[in-house]
């Protein structure tokens, strides 16, 4: 489980950063 939070916020997220998902996933993670 914490292999995918970290993949989340430092693998996933860099994909869909550029689309808007940044701040949807921080607010999520945090």
Do not use: F, H, T
Not at 3 to 22: E, F, V
Request: aromatic share 0%; with cysteine; proline share 10%.
């Amino acid at each position: 489980m914490g292999d995918a939070r970290l993949g989340q916020r430092g693998g996933r997220p860099l994909s869909s950063k550029s689309n808007r998902p940044k701040l949807s996933i921080p607010q999520a993670c945090r």
